[in-house]
């Protein structure tokens, strides 16, 4: 079970704006920064956001992240069809000394 | 550009001694900026942090982190002459049969930088 909660499933269609969500259950997020991770079939996941809100060089500003005491949110605007994809949030848990994960959210472009 | 590039054997024994070898490039491993870690994602599923390694500012040496999980049966090293941090997970069942990445990162955030991942699959 993840220590993270997402939605296991959302879905848009080309043109509009989803937003994926990540709650914590174990304070993780209320006090460290969240990332997020897109991850295409069969490949790695690569950063889209880290630092709660800040894209690395590369990642369109389509993609946009926020943060509250003790949830996240991740927004694609402007849906293509090559989002459909697995997307996962992330923090550092103190006591685990590393980051733990949601158990992802899975992305159809309809 | 920071990279990473997982290698070892893609198949593994039950009850034997999983090894794999993370190389990078672009950073050393002995640097204090970055920890160094190792994460898997079994068939289907999500990620898992295995455990991670890292020089301190204060110290000439590498402290590990290890999930409790899998904290009796891993053990994370480096090998400064080669720019390599390795894995090992001993006593494999078919339970640990996942994709294994390696990764960096800096601070108490997650990783920045993953590899490519290997698939492991532990059968006899």
């Known amino acids: 079970q993840s220590v993270l909660t997402q939605s296991p499933s959302v879905s848009g269609t080309p043109g509009q704006r989803v937003t994926i969500s990540c709650s914590d259950g174990?304070?993780?997020?209320?006090?460290?920064?969240v990332s997020w991770y897109q991850q295409l079939p069969g490949t790695a996941p690569k950063l889209l956001i880290y630092?709660?809100?800040q894209r690395p060089s590369g990642v369109p500003d389509r993609f946009s992240g926020s943060k509250s005491a003790t949830s996240a949110s991740l927004a694609i605007s402007g849906l293509q069809s090559e989002d459909e994809a697995d997307y996962y949030c992330?923090?550092?848990?103190?006591?685990?000394?590393?980051?733990?994960f949601g158990g992802g959210t899975k992305l159809t472009v309809l | 550009q920071l990279q990473l590039q997982e290698s070892g054997p893609g198949l593994v024994k039950p009850s034997e001694t999983l090894a794999l070898t993370c190389t990078v490039s672009?950073?050393?491993?002995?640097?204090?900026?970055?920890?160094w870690g190792w994460l898997r994602q079994p068939p289907g599923k999500g990620l898992e942090w295995i455990g991670s390694?890292?020089?301190?500012?204060?110290?000439?040496?590498?402290?590990?982190d290890y999930n409790p999980s899998l904290k009796s049966r891993v053990t994370i090293s480096v090998d400064t002459s080669k720019n390599q941090f390795s894995l090992r997970l001993d006593s494999v069942t078919a339970a640990d049969t996942a994709v294994y990445y390696c990764?960096?990162?800096?601070?108490?955030?997650?990783?920045?930088?993953w590899g490519q991942g290997t698939l492991v699959t532990v059968s006899s």
């Open positions: 630092r709660n809100s």
């Open positions: 672009g950073a050393s491993v002995s640097s204090r900026s970055y920890y």
């Open positions: 174990s304070s993780s997020i209320g006090r460290n920064t």
């Open positions: 390694i890292y020089y301190s500012a204060t110290t000439d040496s590498a402290s590990t």
């Open positions: 992330a923090a550092w848990d103190d006591s685990l000394h590393g980051p733990v």
């Open positions: 990764a960096g990162g800096v601070g108490a955030t997650p990783p920045l930088y």
